[in-house]
């Protein structure tokens, strides 16, 4: 079976790991580092013995002449001091133990113990040896001793040999403090660790009950930002996304609210005709006739607007693109809508002389419907004796064509709603006039589809100003 660690243990293991790692590591460099580095240590500590015992015999020589103050009682204990450890120290017998035997009773160190353990040997100026063990010259340290610039002897000091009683005695207590030492602090790395991954894992568990309510419909949830950092940025995006998730919600909502709205107002005009004409309150004929049609037309325009926006949110837009001239374009449709203009009472002024000649890559039946809408706007909520201008120009590698007209105007706080599905400024406008509310979210759609942007503002002349911009061929 897999072991399953959650994330505060895995910052654990990976934060005792490493620190047992490198615990591990720095006793093994120490280890290996120790003995020379202590030896090293007791060879300086002879070393600067050996230059303070060398001034001391030259200064005794000069007094005395010659070398028999070695003989003397205080020549040879002082070198014996300076240089010769004592033996370990021996429980004295008790007078009374009868059970030891006599060589074990009376036992007594030698009175001159040989001072061959540091190695510390003396020779006169021709050679002979003075004190301590025969010297090996090829190795070790020497010193010449001179008086009044005479070489009087050498001093000598061999090589610093195996660790002894009181050095391996301080090598295996100091190995213990290591030990100890990195024990409390393994202890100590797995208690900071625990508080660190507690600490870490507590804005991550918040995120997870938040994203739990979230699955189960609760869009309302919010994180708190507990810090600065990447958890904190997380909170501050999960935010964002609740707050989508429930503008998305209240949108749906309002979008299949809106579309049976839309829907159940011409099928109940249709009911109500037909009605009329079953019970013979109307009587059938070519005007109920066209009433009846229009209805129907109203139904299909808004099923193929409904399609239209399907197939752009599913990627199946159809676009046929082609080398197109903006400014014939626009023209022809701008002509075509022109008896619907007159009909309106609306003035045009088109200027788009700088559009000739310039091509697009598009499809000239959907750019046509994107007219459409756009002209069928300003003919739906421009009032009765104002102006529509069309102005085209280039800018920036970018074909930009502008749609305006006059007053009524549009909120800037409703600018950015313009192109929701559905969205009407005034609430109040009958549908006759103002459409479904579908035609602006269409011409986003596909404005987008030929790579291009599309935004409204108020315009100059009072009224609403669309901007279409779309790059060249």
């Not at 000091?157 to 030990?179: H, K």
């Not at 000649?357 to 069928?376: E, M, P, T």
């Amino acid at each position: 079976m897999k072991l399953q660690l959650k994330i505060w243990q895995k910052i654990m293991v990976a934060i005792v790991g490493a620190t047992a790692l490198v615990i591990f590591a720095h006793l093994i460099v120490l280890s290996l580092t120790f003995r020379q580095s202590f030896l090293g240590y007791l060879d300086a500590a002879q070393s600067e013995r050996i230059t303070r015992t060398a001034a001391m015999l030259e200064s005794r020589y000069e007094e005395s002449g010659n070398w028999s103050f070695l003989e003397d009682r205080g020549g040879m204990p002082l070198l014996r001091e300076r240089f010769i450890r004592p033996p370990p120290v021996r429980p004295r017998p008790d007078r009374n133990d009868t059970d030891r035997p006599d060589n074990t009773r009376r036992h007594r160190p030698p009175r001159h113990s040989p001072p061959g353990e540091p190695g510390l040997s003396i020779l006169d100026a021709d050679g002979s040896l003075l004190f301590g063990p025969e010297p090996d010259m090829t190795v070790g340290k020497s010193r010449d001793l001179t008086v009044n610039s005479a070489n009087i002897g050498t001093l000598y000091l061999a090589p610093a040999g195996p660790l002894g009683i009181i050095e391996r005695e301080f090598s295996e207590r100091r190995q213990r403090l290591l030990n100890l030492s990195a024990v409390i602090t393994l202890l100590l790395a797995s208690i900071v660790a625990l508080l660190f991954s507690r600490h870490l894992l507590s804005p991550i568990q918040r995120l997870t009950d938040a994203t739990k309510r979230v699955r189960n419909g609760q869009y309302d949830v919010r994180v708190e930002r507990s810090s600065s950092d990447e958890l904190g940025t997380l909170a501050d995006d999960f935010n964002d996304m609740a707050e989508t998730l429930q503008r998305n919600q209240a949108a749906r909502r309002q979008w299949v609210a809106d579309i049976s709205h839309e829907l159940r107002t011409p099928v109940a005009v249709l009911r109500g005709q037909l009605d009329a004409l079953e019970d013979g309150v109307r009587p059938f004929g070519e005007e109920s006739l066209r009433a009846l049609s229009d209805e129907v037309d109203r139904v299909a325009r808004l099923v193929s607007d409904l399609e239209t926006l399907a197939r752009s949110d599913s990627g199946e837009l159809s676009c046929e693109l082609s080398r197109i001239d903006l400014g014939e374009l626009v023209g022809d449709a701008a002509r075509s809508a022109q008896p619907r203009f007159d009909e309106a009472d609306l003035s045009v002024t088109l200027d788009v002389a700088a559009l000739n000649g310039i091509f697009i890559a598009g499809d000239a039946d959907r750019l046509k419907q994107v007219l459409s809408n756009l002209f069928h706007n300003s003919i739906g909520y421009t009032s009765r004796g104002g102006e529509v201008r069309i102005r085209g120009h280039v800018l920036d590698e970018k074909a930009r064509l502008v749609v305006e007209d006059t007053a009524p105007g549009v909120p800037e706080a409703d600018l950015t709603r313009l192109f929701d599905r559905l969205y009407r400024v005034e609430q109040s406008r009958n549908r006759g006039t103002g459409g479904s509310g579908l035609g602006l979210s269409i011409c986003q759609s596909i404005v987008t589809a030929h790579g291009g942007s599309i935004r409204a503002l108020q315009s100059e002349l009072g009224g609403l100003a669309v901007v279409l911009e779309l790059p060249l061929a």
